[in-house]
């Protein structure tokens, strides 16, 4: 059996695959404390899981519009109206998947064979790949820990060719938790208007902000930004309601409507009852969220400091997102009793086999000598993780 070229050009999902090596040696009876996964330990806001069983007992299980359904349409341009001041109307809204999926439509419709899309590093694991899929170049800009992990409007210039079609923006960003404000989005707008290229706004982790962060999205910075931006959201995160698969994308109504004749002929509509609950959510989830914050602000506070206690890492408080990124350069070289740890790759591998801790290399996020945690864990299993993590790196010579 032949598989398509197209398939050689990616990899396995690197958060996935430490997942899957993590479920293993549970399987095997080895203690495995996971601070991999993107995915926050609340259950699903109550108002949209109320909202879901009422949905499936009323019947709300048959096809819905590709694109999403009214009401869920409706909520989604009230929130981005009331948080975000943009205007937006139906037919310039977009439900899919998860905003995975959402991401997915936009590199199929937009780019293909001999485009470039501008991605700072450290980025999300999906983004290149998504970028390959469609044919067309990730161009990585490589941005320093000392600038806070974002892209200077210098770097994004020199990015920039007659090839590129388009630059995305993650805010804030996973994996590092920066954040673009609007002074350092009004310091790309000269640039940004001048070219040709199409601005994707990745803002899954809007809410989750810290110290008096805040978030700004360069779509409401100026008219004409916004016409050419994709502001890209969901509920999984915000919600606790990453297995209901919700995502949406606002931008023009010919974008869309592209997206909607891609959906429409590979996943067909989102889930009814996910759009239901989604619904719900939106209109009625603020105090949900302020309440996992609140905690996630506090499991913060705590895993920074606990990591910078541990000789040869060094981990600052991000402003934004839920997870850490600490440096661990200083423990490259170093020795254990199986070897020698040359990377970050082998330093997860070593924490999870010695020390029975997921964590993900700063590989995959385009970023060597760093490790992602994620706080989306109690603080006992935090304390406990950490702990772990302090032992096995004791372990090395």
């Known amino acids: 059996m032949k598989l398509s070229s197209r398939m050689s050009k990616i990899k396995p999902s690197a958060t996935m695959a430490m997942a899957a090596r993590a479920k293993i040696l549970k399987a095997e009876g080895t203690d495995i404390i996971s601070f991999g996964l993107g995915e926050p330990d609340f259950p699903t806001a109550p108002v949209a899981a109320d909202a879901g069983i009422t949905a499936i007992r009323a019947g709300e299980t048959r096809y819905t519009p590709p694109a999403g359904t009214d009401g869920l349409k409706d909520a989604i ?14 037919k310039e809204i977009i439900v899919s998947c998860g905003a ?25 694991v999906t983004y290149p790949d998504q970028v390959r899929l469609a044919g067309a170049t990730p161009v990585i800009v490589e941005t320093e820990e000392a600038n806070g992990f974002l892209m200077t409007p210098t770097q994004l210039k020199a990015a920039i060719t007659p090839r590129t079609q388009g630059v995305l923006f993650n805010s804030p960003s996973n994996p590092t938790g920066a954040i673009y404000g609007k002074k350092d989005y009004e310091a790309f707008s000269d640039l940004l208007l001048s070219s040709d290229i199409t601005i994707i706004s990745d803002e899954i982790y809007e809410k989750f902000l810290y110290d008096g962060a805040s978030h700004f999205s ?18 999984s995160k915000t919600y606790s309601m990453t297995g209901w698969r919700i995502g949406y994308a606002a931008g023009s109504a010919e974008i869309v409507q592209a ?76 020795e254990h009793a199986h070897g020698t740890i040359k990377n970050t790759l082998d330093l997860a591998s070593f924490l999870l086999e010695e020390g029975g801790v997921t964590t993900i290399p700063g590989e995959a996020f385009g970023a060597p000598g760093y ?27």
């Open 77 to 90: 341009i009230q929130k981005l109206k009331q948080d975000n001041g943009l205007e937006f109307q139906k």
């Open 100 to 124: 995975k999926h959402t991401l997915y439509n936009i590199a199929q419709v937009l780019f293909e064979e001999g485009d470039e899309v501008i991605i700072p590093a450290p980025y999300w």
């Open 218 to 235: 360069i779509a409401a910075l100026d008219p004409a930004l916004k016409q050419k931006t994709i502001v890209v959201n969901g509920i």
């Open 259 to 334: 997206m909607t004749t891609l959906q429409s002929q590979s996943t067909s509509n989102p889930t009814s009852i996910s759009q239901s609950a989604a619904v719900a959510a939106l209109n009625h989830g603020a105090d949900f969220i302020s309440e996992m914050v609140a905690a996630f602000s506090e499991r913060r506070t705590l895993m920074v400091a606990l990591l910078n206690e541990i000789e040869g890492v060094s981990c600052t408080a991000p402003p934004g997102s839920f997870y850490l990124f600490p440096n661990v350069k200083a423990l490259i070289g170093k």
């Open 371 to 397: 490790l992602r945690l994620s706080f989306a864990s109690s603080k006992p299993v935090l304390s406990a993780g950490m702990e772990k993590i302090k032992k096995a790196i004791s372990m090395l010579s």
